[in-house]
């Protein structure tokens, strides 16, 4: 079967760093995805890892170990604008190459 | 345009009512897709179109039924919904295939089933 787990909630400083985590379990890897979502509003893509190692777009980086099944999204400078939930998720080949998502991390941004 | 566009974007309908959910995109995918998302909960996966064939089916009861009559177009039509379906209705489109091919939401439609 397949598991994705990642933090429910996280409380951040305005300008400060925050790292959001995410581990899975899956038989048929093949792509991990981050997706931002605001209340109320459609996901967005954030970011796409299918080798290991670090992608970085601005001031979203995002990591992936595949031995360790292991991703995080550093997000720098944070903004009161980022506030929202991040999606973790991952396409399994074994089932048709649809995404599964874990539960979403509730990302608070504090003045 | 990377837009996937939805209609209408609230909508509230009884349990006998029969209704449907359009969506629309512009960008020349071949894969559209329907979730389900509850408040402060991931998005749930319900139909994958490919090719405007219908390649997965999550099991969803016969109470919605989904339809793609082109590349362009998809739509969900409801029939005798429960409560508990109310939920945030999200169409999502991509290239085909198991690339580096993120999806692109829409805004969604907002269900209540009275």
């Known amino acids: 079967g397949q598991n994705i787990d990642q933090p429910t909630e996280m409380t951040a400083t305005e300008g400060a760093i925050v790292q959001i985590n995410c581990t899975y379990q899956t038989s048929g890897f093949n792509g991990l995805f981050w997706y931002q979502q605001h209340a109320g509003e459609a996901p967005t893509f954030l970011s796409y890892n299918v080798l290991d190692g670090l992608e970085e777009k601005g001031r979203f980086s995002s990591f992936l170990s595949r031995s360790k099944g292991y991703s995080y999204l550093l997000l720098k400078e944070l903004q009161m604008k980022d506030s929202a939930s991040y999606l973790c998720a991952v396409r399994d080949y074994n089932q048709g190459g649809k995404l599964i998502f874990g539960q979403g991390t509730e990302l608070s941004v504090k003045p | 345009d990377t837009e996937v566009t939805q209609t209408p974007k609230h909508l509230v309908m009884g349990m006998t009512n029969k209704k449907s959910l359009k969506c629309e995109q512009h960008m020349g995918h071949r894969a559209m897709y329907w979730y389900k998302q509850k408040a402060k909960k991931p998005p749930e996966l319900m139909f994958v179109y490919s090719y405007e064939k219908l390649s997965i089916n999550e099991s969803v009861p016969s109470r919605f039924s989904p339809e793609c009559p082109n590349s362009s177009l998809l739509n969900l039509h409801l029939h005798a919904l429960q409560p508990e379906d109310s939920a945030l209705y999200l169409c999502?489109?991509?290239?085909?295939?198991?690339?580096?091919?993120?999806?692109?939401f829409g805004p969604g439609t907002r269900l209540t089933v009275t």
């Open positions: 999502a489109s991509s290239q085909p295939g198991q690339g580096a091919y993120e999806q692109y």
